[in-house]
């Protein structure tokens, strides 16, 4: 990714208009910086399936997952245009059952999972330049178990699905973005 940010960045549904002048917030000034970076990750996944019986299917899956690093959609000045935030990625590990009863009547599925991120994206409203910033957090960890059971009744179909997580040891550091330098 590389390119020249002229003047204020303002985001209009995913386009950018560099030569807006209207700042986003009154103390900011127009500026000119280049900027550039790559990112790219190879990720892989795995699934394991047994039928139990021709009724019941157990899985295990573990798959990794990547989101590209960036830059702000809105810096405030030109020291922030030229800040990347890093990349995020996440390993996931889920067991499940996927099962049929009452001569295919009643399905019930159940499915434990957890999620480890490494380095996870998260928008902030920052101090140092008056605006919205994302940054990376320290590493998170989303556990959970989520059920579904579905019978159809006549005329309509009974579905039940609830849910439970829970996250982790996530720690945003106070301040991600360094000190403005000119």
């Known amino acids: 990714m590389s390119g020249d940010i002229r003047g204020v960045q303002?985001?209009?549904?995913?386009?950018?208009?560099?030569d807006d002048t209207v700042p986003l917030t009154p103390l900011q000034t127009p500026f000119a910086t280049d900027y550039g970076?790559?990112?790219?990750?190879?990720?892989?996944?795995g699934i394991l399936e047994y039928e139990v019986s021709d009724n019941i299917l157990t899985y295990l899956t573990v798959?990794?997952?990547?989101?590209?690093g960036?830059?702000?959609?809105?810096?405030?000045?030109?020291?922030?245009?030229?800040?990347?935030?890093?990349?995020?990625?996440?390993?996931?590990?889920?067991?499940g059952l996927k099962s049929e009863y009452l001569d295919n009547q009643l399905r019930v599925?159940?499915?434990?999972?957890?999620?480890?991120?490494?380095?996870?994206q998260v928008s902030y409203t920052s101090d140092e330049c008056l605006g919205n910033v994302i940054a990376n957090a320290a590493d998170a960890k989303i556990e959970g178990i989520e059920t579904r059971s579905c019978m159809p009744l006549p005329r309509r179909c009974c579905c039940r699905s609830p849910a439970h997580r829970s996250?982790?040891?996530?720690?945003?550091s106070s301040s991600p973005m360094p000190a403005r330098r000119e």
């Open 10 to 18: 303002v985001s209009t549904n995913d386009k950018y208009n560099p």
């Open 37 to 45: 970076n790559d990112w790219d990750e190879i990720t892989l996944q």
């Open 63 to 68: 798959g990794e997952g990547f989101k590209s």
């Open 70 to 95: 960036g830059f702000q959609d809105t810096p405030a000045n030109a020291f922030a245009a030229r800040l990347p935030y890093d990349p995020e990625t996440a390993t996931n590990y889920e067991v």
């Open 109 to 120: 599925n159940v499915s434990l999972f957890t999620m480890d991120y490494k380095a996870l």
């Open 167 to 172: 996250i982790r040891s996530m720690r945003i």
